[in-house]
């Protein structure tokens, strides 16, 4: 079945860092990809989202592409925050005619250091 | 526009008990999607409702089902509680248009069984 993989954490940067947090996914069809983000005792955040193949997403200066040709969407920032401190999700979504779902990589925790 | 509701935030339970979760979606929103989140398992889908009807089902036991409303709300219910399912449960609502698949989620409850 479809599935996705994301690099373990935590990870653990300094503020100004560059991020990358690697994203593959596994699908039969053409899912839409989507980054989410759940801050502390709260619920998911839409990100950003890619609904198909060298589509680019991006928000609050983070940004993924969506390569169908690797399969992946790799989540990248030029210049982290310590408010961007937080789990990220990776996320695809297969909608079929009947019905749609998410299914979501098991999480990266990111903290940064002042 | 209002978000996603959900109530209660937090519930205390002992085995064997029921719950039952309520989920309020965006307005105009006419799908409404639950997941399980845990430390162990991440996030799980359980089900997905669109006008009143459950077009999906995730993979768990019987004892886990959901309703919704015509106004789109939507309750699940989870009877004979056991203490693995101690978990944040989220709630997600769609539009469900062909072309936007993104979903919405709320802030969850968190289901503490004894």
């Known amino acids: 079945g479809d599935s996705v993989t994301q690099m373990e954490g935590p990870v653990t940067l300094s503020e100004e860092a560059f991020l990358t947090i690697n994203c593959t996914y596994t699908?039969?069809?053409?899912?839409?990809l989507f980054w989410y983000v759940q801050y502390p005792g709260e619920g998911l955040q839409l990100l950003l989202k890619?609904?198909?193949?060298?589509d680019k997403g991006s928000n609050k200066g983070f940004e993924a592409t969506y390569r169908k040709e690797t399969t992946s969407f790799h989540l990248e920032k030029g210049s982290v925050q310590v408010s961007d401190s937080a789990v990220y999700f990776c996320?695809?979504?297969?909608?079929?005619?009947?019905?749609?779902?998410?299914?979501f990589g098991s999480g990266t925790r990111l903290s940064i250091r002042p | 526009k209002a978000g996603v509701t959900q109530t209660p935030r937090y519930l205390i339970k002992t085995r064997g008990q029921q719950v039952t979760l309520s989920c309020s979606p965006i307005?105009?929103?006419?799908?409404v999607s639950w997941y399980q989140q845990t430390p162990g398992q991440g996030l799980q889908f359980l089900f997905e409702?669109?006008?009143?009807?459950?077009?999906n089902k995730g993979n768990f036991p019987g004892r886990f089902s959901g309703r919704q409303f015509s106004n789109s709300r939507s309750e699940m219910n989870v009877s004979t509680l056991e203490l693995g399912d101690s978990a944040l449960y989220l709630c997600?609502?769609?539009?469900?248009?062909?072309?936007?698949?993104?979903?919405?989620f709320g802030p969850g409850t968190r289901l503490t069984v004894l």
């Open positions: 996320a695809l979504s297969d909608l079929d005619s009947s019905a749609s779902k998410i299914i």
């Open positions: 307005s105009g929103h006419r799908s």
């Open positions: 699908a039969t069809g053409y899912p839409s």
């Open positions: 997600a609502s769609s539009l469900r248009d062909s072309s936007t698949d993104t979903q919405y």
């Open positions: 409702y669109f006008s009143e009807t459950q077009r």
């Open positions: 890619a609904t198909k193949a060298d």
